[in-house]
């Protein structure tokens, strides 16, 4: 007898397998003629040469499916395991805001006009500087392109960073080593992650450094090739720590930095290294800029109020 072993290693098997293995229950009823063993992170048929053949290429069309779109369920198993062809099984997603099928097969998209057009800049450039108010998706539109790339394998890593400036809390005094003092505050761009990859794949990618999250200060001395750079929170890099980043741009590489310039905690009289740079750079070919604003919020209804109120006491000032 026959064997055939396939290792899940771009997706979670537990995911895959589906509820008290619910999805090989269904290769099962398809595949009669096999043994089917699903152990662990691999699954293991056993029967003729032929029929095994035909199971590893639906399986691998299986695993294909779910590592574009996250989800799978009996109706897109039973559509692959009788289709001709994927345009038998794919079905199409309209208006081409899609940039990633997320956990669960959420659909990531640019949901305002301005995040469409941060994503049309960012094609047509390799560094975009993107600059608004909390809220308008800056971060989270850059980390779906980023992961768009690295599932398109445009690039081989996603680097993303932040300056570690304390917003009116000593990091000092947090506890634990260097890692976990600084994880908390590199929290929004895991939650972001999160929503785009599988918790296993993620932490694989991690754990590989296909994905790597770290303070502006490991950055010095580097040259990022190949990568999608994100450097989040640009407001409060200084002249010199913006100068750093942006020179270790190397080849195959896009370079995006977000920021509002209304929430500098810079020290006063120390002038904001994205400023700086929106004004130095602006008229560099290869250099996009867009600005986003309220209507680009996409959180509670209520945080356009407060960006609002808090507009006209500046304005006021």
């Known amino acids: 007898m026959n064997e055939l072993i396939i290792e899940l290693t771009e997706v ?11 999805n090989i ?16 992170s691999k699954i293991k048929a056993y029967g003729d040469e032929e029929v095994l053949e035909e199971f590893d290429k639906r399986l691998t069309m299986l695993l294909e499916h779910f590592g574009k779109y996250n989800k799978i369920d009996e109706n897109i198993i039973e559509r692959i395991l009788q289709s001709e062809s ?7 997603v309209s208006a081409g805001d899609v940039l990633v099928h997320g956990v669960s097969g959420k659909l990531i998209k640019a949901q305002t006009a301005n995040q469409r057009k941060l994503v049309t800049l960012m094609g047509k450039n390799d560094m975009v500087f993107a600059v608004g108010p909390a809220g308008t998706g800056k971060t989270y539109t850059g980390v779906a392109l980023a992961v768009k790339a690295l599932k398109e394998k445009q690039v081989k890593r996603i680097i993303l960073t932040r300056p570690a400036v304390e917003a009116g809390e000593n990091l000092g005094f947090l506890p634990g ?9 590199m929290q929004p761009l895991y939650d972001a992650l999160r929503d785009m990859i599988p918790h296993e794949k993620l932490e694989s990618h991690i754990e590989k450094g296909v994905i ?3 303070p ?11 990568a999608f750079v994100i450097l989040d929170e640009a ?5 010199a720590q913006m100068k750093m980043f ?7 590489a896009k370079f995006m930095i977000t920021g509002d310039p209304g929430q500098i905690d810079l020290p006063r009289r120390v002038i904001s290294g994205l400023k700086e740079a929106l004004l130095v750079l602006k008229d560099i070919p290869g250099v996009g800029v867009i600005y986003l604003d309220d209507k680009d919020v996409i959180r509670h209804r209520l945080v356009k109020k407060v960006i609002a109120a808090y507009k006209s006491i500046e304005n006021v000032d």
């Not at 229950?25 to 662990?40: H, S, T």
């Open 25 to 40: 229950d269904l290769l099962k009823k398809f595949f009669p003629k096999l043994k089917i063993v699903a152990r662990g």
């Open 216 to 226: 502006m200060a490991f950055m010095r001395g580097r040259t990022l090739d190949n």
């Open 212 to 214: 790597q999250i770290a």
């Open 177 to 185: 080593d260097l890692k976990e003092k600084l994880d908390p505050y």
């Open 86 to 92: 994927k345009e038998d099984y794919e079905t199409p």
């Open 12 to 22: 979670s098997p537990r995911e895959f397998f589906g509820l008290q293995n619910g």
């Open 246 to 252: 942006l020179t270790r741009m190397g080849k195959n």
């Open 235 to 239: 407001q409060n890099t200084t002249h």
